[in-house]
């Protein structure tokens, strides 16, 4: 006799639910995010594009005995040393406790810490969409996702990773706090808000405005009022020994100045229609994306659609790497809610199948095409962007400038890049040739007697001039104009529409070649050119 409730098939295996399918879709796309992150410093060998003046402020602050310098010297500048400094003391004390050269630690890491921010996205936006399953769908986009490491990665990294970092765990208590009204939170997010201010200026404004969002969206009360004043009175407090010491030293015109390079204009707000993702393949997370962006307008719920806009208007120039994760919850949401259930459906109606996610055989063919279109994507975006570094070459040729010409001497690095924040050879050439570059750009943010966006154009004008028919007349003409004078002109024979200049200054009796390899030119300009 059958007992009431006993299992008619015991060996019968039970179904995995929703949540436990998502949290086996985490687990891999952790593991494997991490590896993807790791992988790009073993194959560089050398910091990603940038990251040379951070360097100078990391070694400033080991040769100060950990003190915060006034000031780091960088391209022949003395920069108010006026940068969240946190990011710096943690890799200044890594390389002196572990003895490893400070270049090898801005190298790895950013890959680092962005790996072990993977988990805590999870939490983020599993705390958002109350649903494990769609928060696992949304870090299986995320870890694939290029712009997810794209510039975090970089060595100018260093500061963006950790403050990427903290920005996640900030955005996770701020809405703990918020949603579930728990005093316990308002402790966690004044820490978390303070390490976000400590660690990447931008990456604090971008914290704020999630802060107010969350508030808004959710509790507009008097309760919600009161704890956002908390935080952010207690945030002011927790990092008042660092922002008071830099005010008391230069007022305020560092921030100020630095305020200005958000690049606000009507064209760079609109940039969320461009590729920002950098998906190498199909563009598909991006399509799901802006399709569950008008499902959620469509539902009246307007938290992740604001999430994903209101960045681009607040601050474009690091947009992008923040609406990165409310974009990933978006296509997480609209695969789940609309996708799957629309081929269960079908599946169901025709086969008579289960309409459960996975459980048929288009939803499973779809996860596993998604799985190889993004992890192969993923592998070419590390190998194209492990280029994006000073090769063995240009460094022999930036060491030779250093042994072999003046100390005082101006140099012109023309690479024909017009994007100044992508031109590794430029940012680096200070630092490893050690002389002065008039064409590069870092550093300049914070000084408060540059027009930093006038002094932006014109650096953009003179790498442009690669395009113009007469190279050289239009390179000298713009530096003449500026009241400006150089010694040497450094030319990345790589660059693009780089030989036209390579032949003006070849024919040209006033210029001099003096040092040539593979990649690099150096010519020294003659007495009385130009003046």
């Given at each position: 006799m059958e007992m009431p409730g006993?299992?008619?098939?015991?060996?019968?295996?039970?179904?995995?639910?929703?949540?436990?399918?998502?949290?086996?879709?985490?687990?891999?796309?952790?593991?494997?995010?991490?590896?993807?992150?790791?992988?790009?410093?073993?194959?560089?060998?050398?910091?990603?594009?940038?990251?040379?003046?951070?360097?100078?402020?990391?070694?400033?602050?080991q040769q100060n005995n950990f003190a915060l310098p006034f000031y780091v010297e960088y391209n022949r500048l003395e920069i108010p040393f006026a940068y969240?400094?946190?990011?710096?003391?943690i890799a200044g004390a890594v390389g002196v406790f572990f003895r490893i050269p400070s270049i090898q630690v801005i190298t790895w890491m950013p890959a680092i810490v962005l790996a072990l921010t993977l988990p805590f996205v999870f939490h983020l936006a599993r705390?958002?969409?109350?649903?494990?399953?769609?928060?696992?769908?949304?870090?299986?986009?995320?870890?694939?996702?290029?712009?997810?490491?794209?510039?975090?990665?970089?060595?100018?990294?260093?500061?963006?990773?950790?403050?990427?970092?903290?920005?996640?765990?900030?955005?996770s208590q701020l809405y703990l706090l918020i949603t579930r009204k728990q005093r316990i939170y308002i402790i966690s997010s004044i820490i978390f808000c303070s390490l976000v201010c400590l660690s990447h200026p931008e990456a604090a404004l971008h914290t704020a405005m999630t802060g107010a969002l969350i508030w808004f969206i959710f509790d507009k009360k008097i309760g919600g009022v009161k704890n956002g004043l908390v935080v952010a009175l207690g945030t002011l407090t927790l990092t008042?020994?660092?922002?008071?010491?830099?005010?008391?030293?230069?007022?305020?015109?560092?921030?100020?100045?630095?305020?200005?390079?958000?690049?606000?204009?009507?064209v760079v707000i609109f940039q969320f229609l461009d590729n920002f993702a950098g998906e190498q393949l199909l563009t598909f997370i991006s399509v799901l994306a802006f399709l569950g962006l008008f499902h959620q307008v469509s539902k009246r719920q307007a938290f992740l659609p604001a999430w994903f806009i209101l960045p681009f208007i607040l601050e474009p120039r690091n947009a992008p790497n923040v609406?990165?994760?409310?974009?990933?919850?978006?296509?997480?949401?609209?695969?789940?809610?609309?996708?799957?259930?629309?081929?269960?459906?079908?599946?169901?109606?025709?086969?008579?199948?289960?309409?459960?996610?996975?459980?048929?055989?288009?939803?499973?063919?779809?996860?596993?095409?998604?799985?190889?279109?993004?992890?192969?994507?993923?592998?070419?975006?590390?190998?194209?962007?492990?280029?994006?570094k000073v090769s063995a070459d240009t460094l022999d040729a930036f060491e030779w400038i250093n042994n072999n010409t003046p100390k005082e001497a101006g140099f012109l690095v023309?690479?024909?890049?017009?994007?100044?924040?992508?031109?590794?050879?430029?940012?680096?050439?200070?630092?490893?040739?050690?002389?002065?570059?008039?064409?590069?750009?870092?550093?300049?943010?914070?000084?408060?007697n540059i027009d930093f966006e006038e002094k932006n154009d014109l650096l953009i004008a003179i790498q442009n001039c690669v395009n113009s028919p007469e190279t050289l007349e239009c390179i000298e003409t713009n530096i003449s104009e500026n009241r400006l004078d150089f010694d040497y002109i450094v030319v990345q024979k790589n660059g693009k529409n780089i030989g036209n200049l390579l032949s003006e200054l070849l024919r040209e009796d006033s210029y001099k070649k003096v040092y040539e390899t593979a990649e690099s030119a150096v010519f020294l300009k003659q007495p009385g050119r130009g003046n």
């Open positions: 006993q299992n008619k098939n015991p060996t019968k295996k039970r179904r995995l639910t929703r949540e436990e399918i998502g949290f086996l879709i985490f687990i891999p796309s952790v593991l494997f995010g991490a590896y993807l992150r790791l992988y790009l410093p073993a194959i560089s060998g050398f910091p990603i594009n940038d990251g040379a003046l951070f360097l100078k402020m990391i070694e400033g602050i969240p400094p946190l990011a710096f003391y705390l958002v969409t109350n649903s494990t399953f769609q928060a696992g769908i949304a870090i299986f986009f995320y870890a694939f996702l290029p712009r997810t490491a794209w510039w975090l990665i970089m060595g100018g990294g260093v500061t963006r990773s950790l403050g990427n970092l903290f920005l996640v765990l900030a955005a008042s020994p660092w922002w008071a010491l830099i005010v008391s030293r230069f007022g305020f015109s560092p921030f100020l100045s630095a305020g200005k390079t958000g690049f606000h204009s009507f609406v990165v994760i409310p974009m990933c919850i978006l296509a997480s949401v609209y695969l789940t809610e609309t996708v799957l259930p629309g081929l269960s459906a079908n599946e169901q109606l025709v086969r008579g199948t289960s309409g459960r996610p996975f459980a048929v055989p288009t939803a499973a063919i779809l996860f596993a095409y998604l799985s190889i279109s993004l992890l192969v994507g993923m592998f070419m975006f590390d190998f194209n962007l492990s280029t994006k023309i690479t024909g890049s017009p994007n100044l924040f992508s031109d590794h050879n430029n940012e680096w050439f200070p630092y490893l040739a050690d002389r002065k570059s008039l064409t590069t750009i870092q550093g300049m943010e914070w000084l408060q």
